[in-house]
């Protein structure tokens, strides 16, 4: 199983990024999709869900900011990441989830916003 995590970098506050996910070795329409972060001295986070019905879900401080979409046919789930703010600054890390449970994680890509 891999999960191939892209996308991240160094934005300005206010600006945007766009994170990919690309899964390899499980079924991937059948997964709940997840994006998770873990900024230093804090815990993982999830920042955003999408089951392989469509429904998403999203942590409170990145509501109407963020859009977690996936492509199933590219086996890929996607973070759309705007009106970013110096808080955002983490290792974003995408999750294949059953049963409400990370089963799988990728290996992380650091987001930095400047302020």
């Known amino acids: 199983v891999q999960l191939q995590a892209s996308g991240g970098g160094l934005a300005q506050a206010g600006g945007s990024l766009r994170l990919s996910c690309k899964a390899r070795g499980i079924n991937f329409g059948i997964y709940t999709m997840g994006w998770y972060r873990q900024a230093p001295g804090n815990e993982r986070e999830l920042v955003a869900i999408r089951s392989s019905g469509g429904i998403s879900n999203y942590a409170d401080s990145v509501k109407g900011r963020f859009t977690i979409t996936r492509d199933n046919a590219r086996r890929t789930v996607y973070l759309q990441m705007n009106s970013l703010n110096p808080e955002d600054t983490a290792v974003y890390y995408c999750?294949?989830?059953?049963?409400?449970?990370?089963?799988?994680w990728g290996q992380g890509t650091q987001v930095t916003v400047s302020s």
């Open positions: 999750s294949a989830v059953t049963s409400g449970k990370p089963r799988y």
